[in-house]
């Protein structure tokens, strides 16, 4: 059975860090890639970065280029977020979701119907 569990969101202020984990079981996890997404109260589900777990490569939303950071470790098939320099417009709730690895290749990895397993997400509310 796929399973994705993330967790590590909380309440942190502007300018914070936290470490978002996402916990992966069932698969194989080098023949796929693991994105991270978050939806605002009222909006929509929006991507935030995707790793390609076979290479590495990533990939990130222009809103978090050079404050995010993902990574992975594959020995315990586990993907991490670090989130630093928080503003109030990161708070949402946070989603890990599996990516086929070819279709991270297409060039639109951050598309939410292309995934087909999600977590149950983990909150992140940054205060001002």
């Known amino acids: 059975e796929v399973q994705l569990q993330a967790c590590g969101g909380g309440l942190v202020q502007v300018g914070g860090s936290l470490r978002l984990s996402c916990a992966a079981s069932?698969?194989?996890?080098?023949?796929?890639?693991i994105g991270w997404f978050r939806q605002a109260p009222g909006k929509g589900r929006e991507g935030v970065s995707c790793?390609?777990?076979?290479?590495?490569?990533?990939v990130y939303a222009n809103s978090v280029q050079g404050r995010f950071t993902i990574s992975s470790d594959n020995a315990k098939n586990t993907v991490y977020l670090q989130m630093n320099d928080l503003k109030p417009e990161d708070t949402g709730v946070y989603y890990c979701?599996?990516?086929?690895?070819?279709?991270?290749?297409?060039?639109?990895?951050?598309?939410?119907?292309?995934?087909?397993?999600w977590g149950q997400g983990t909150e992140v509310t940054v205060s001002s």
């Open positions: 069932g698969f194989a996890f080098d023949d796929y890639a």
């Open positions: 790793i390609q777990l076979g290479d590495g490569s990533a």
């Open positions: 979701a599996r990516l086929y690895w070819a279709r991270y290749y297409n060039g639109k990895p951050l598309v939410p119907s292309d995934y087909d397993y």
